[in-house]
């Protein structure tokens, strides 16, 4: 009997990705390449394949010399269902050669890769030029938070290995931030000792930071207008290990029609059940385009 071609089945070519990674300048002007990318969006030929959490192996519906971009995909606000392309980190283009039935990585990308648990995996950077990036990595004498008059604890800097975020002296990662809360200093208020200039209308900002925590956070900015106004922002909840988180600041920044530069601020208080509690921080960056 003659089958039609719709009746045919087309088998995939199937693109494994391990892993996104992120590359940053050696200078950590860019702050470090420590991330949360979760998902890859991938596209053929500029048309959306789908949306994947990592690793996934991905199959496509093509086959030969076939134009790949790879998106970056993190969590909003550290919210599941926020599920967004992280604006301020440039798309992954090459070509990849797709054979129906056969599984590849991104051996022959011409791309910059790295390898990832024996696969070879694309590597992401933020966009060369037009971004503005503040950093906090506690790796300096100096904290470039301070605590603010309310606070009843402050912050400073740990260089205990097993409290400091991927703790490794040859990457120049050594310290991390630490609030320590207990008896009656159950509540901590931190802002920045720099204040940012209000951003243009139509820009995005976020606040990228590590967090290991024992209490629920709060963080928002400081609006400098002629009476200065605390605007609260997004919650962070508490955590059994370190996570990445990026913060959507812009309603918050730009919730001020008279605002001229602003600030931000961390808090957190331990619940009623609570005597003691420690909060780390690491890698933060303000990262905006300038």
């Given amino acids: 009997m003659a089958l039609s071609s719709c009746d045919k089945t087309t088998e995939p070519a199937y693109l494994?990705?391990?892993?996104?990674?992120?590359?940053?300048?050696?200078?950590?002007?860019?702050?470090?390449?420590?991330?949360?990318?979760?998902?890859?969006?991938?596209?053929?030929?500029?048309?959306?394949?789908?949306?994947?959490?990592?690793?996934?192996?991905?199959?496509i519906i093509s086959?030969?010399?076939?134009?790949?971009?790879?998106?970056?995909?993190?969590?909003?606000?550290g919210i599941q269902t926020a599920r967004i392309t992280y604006p301020f980190y440039q798309q992954y283009i090459t070509n990849l050669n797709l054979k129906p039935g056969a599984t590849i990585d991104f051996s022959?990308?011409?791309?910059?890769?790295?390898?990832?648990?024996?696969?070879?995996?694309?590597?992401l950077r933020y966009f060369e030029s037009g971004l503005v990036f503040w950093n906090e990595r506690f790796e300096e004498a100096g904290?470039?938070?301070?605590?603010?008059?309310?606070?009843?604890?402050?912050?400073?800097?740990?260089?205990?290995?097993?409290?400091?975020?991927?703790?490794?002296?040859?990457?120049?990662s050594t310290g991390s931030g630490i609030v320590v809360l207990e008896g009656n200093n159950?509540?901590?208020?931190?802002?920045?000792?720099?204040s940012f200039p209000q951003i243009a209308p139509g820009t995005e900002i976020y606040l990228e930071l590590n967090y290991l925590t024992a209490c629920t956070l709060q963080v928002g900015v400081y609006q400098n207008t002629p009476f200065e106004t605390k605007v609260y922002g997004k919650g962070i909840r508490p955590n059994s290990q370190w996570s990445k988180i990026y913060i959507?600041?812009?309603?918050?920044?730009?919730?001020?029609t008279n605002g001229t530069s602003f600030s931000i601020f961390i808090e957190g208080i331990l619940d009623s059940g609570q005597n003691f509690g420690e909060v780390f921080i690491d890698n933060v960056k303000l990262v905006y385009p300038g």
Avoid: C
């Fill in 16 to 59: 494994h990705i391990e892993s996104v990674e992120l590359e940053v300048e050696s200078d950590f002007s860019q702050g470090t390449n420590a991330h949360g990318i979760r998902d890859a969006w991938v596209y053929l030929n500029d048309r959306l394949v789908g949306i994947y959490e990592l690793p996934s192996t991905v199959p």
């Fill in 63 to 77: 086959e030969g010399d076939q134009k790949i971009t790879i998106l970056g995909g993190v969590l909003k606000n």
């Fill in 108 to 123: 022959e990308s011409s791309g910059t890769t790295t390898q990832k648990n024996g696969h070879t995996v694309p590597v």
């Fill in 143 to 172: 904290v470039q938070f301070e605590a603010t008059a309310e606070s009843q604890a402050n912050m400073s800097i740990t260089q205990n290995p097993s409290q400091v975020f991927e703790y490794e002296p040859s990457n120049q």
């Fill in 186 to 194: 159950r509540y901590f208020e931190v802002r920045s000792t720099h």
């Fill in 248 to 256: 959507d600041l812009t309603p918050e920044v730009r919730g001020s």
